[in-house]
């Protein structure tokens, strides 16, 4: 990457916030919720693998999503971390590009299973009947590897257009995270194409599965709706309700960095929303989807005394 006549080696990430008596309190609150992130999402991975009863595809997709929620917060917070601890926020250009990358490749990655997932909920309420041919063990992996293949298309093409830009001498950027839209704004030369391809690329990889999920919900409440009795209309919806708000959240939170007019862009309210679905997302999705989920509480309770057992053995 250029910078007139000379080549850009490193970057300098500004974080959250430069009060140095905020940050160690910003590293043990970050620190605590990255551990729990961690651990609920491996708890969530480890039950599913280990129950029988759990191989079913609602619930091979709840382990790829908490494998990709693990990738997606290991990408950005364990260099923020580190920052903070070093007092040297300074990322190099390769290091740089690379954390972009696996950014937009598993934020891209989370829109396709969130999809998956409603699909799944849609055939297990509209045809019951169907489910086990309709989400085959073929079917699963196509649902889970298509969106690998072109989240990592996308993921390149981003890429290799920021490498095509000149930056200026400023090479601070305002974010705790190599995030595409602050590293647009250092650059010099005209960035109309990158705008074009996050405004129309981006908004259909966000806006085509959120449409899915939209039509999977509006047949599921039809459906839904045609239950004679209350109490099976809520029994069945509520096997939505996780779902549901993991959606809302993650959407919430990732159309208020997108999806606003480039006038109206904030660094504060950037990093706000950033780090509600890099951070905040992925920690409660194993409380979300467990909560209420009996099957998956109880093999977790399993797996836990399991291990306790073994342990003292």
Known sequence: MLQGNQTISAFFLLGLTAVSEQQQHIFVLFLCMYLVTMVGNLLIILAIVNDAHLHSPMYFFLASLSFTDICF????????????????????????????????????????LLAAMAYDRY????????????????????LVVTPWVVCNLLSVLHIGLLGLLNFCDQREIPHFFCDLEPILRLA???????????????????????????????????????????????????????HFLAVSLFYGSISGVYFLPSSAYSAERDKVAAVMYTVVTPMMNPFIYSLRNKDLKGAVRRLLIRKTYFCRW
């Open 73 to 112: 917060t290991s990408t950005t917070v364990p260099k923020m971390l580190a920052d903070i601890q070093s007092q040297s926020p300074v990322i190099s250009f390769a290091g740089c590009l690379t954390q972009m990358y696996f950014f937009m490749l598993l934020v891209d990655l989370d829109n396709f």
């Open 123 to 142: 055939v297990a309420i509209c045809y019951p009947l169907h489910y086990a041919a309709l989400l085959s063990l073929k079917r699963c992996a196509l």
């Open 188 to 242: 010099c030369s005209d960035t109309q194409i990158n705008d074009l391809t996050i405004l129309v690329i981006g908004g259909a990889v966000i806006f085509i599965p959120f449409t899915f999920i939209c039509v999977s919900y509006f047949l599921i409440g039809c459906t839904v709706l045609r239950i004679p009795s209350a109490k099976g209309k809520w029994k069945t919806f509520s096997t939505c309700g996780s």
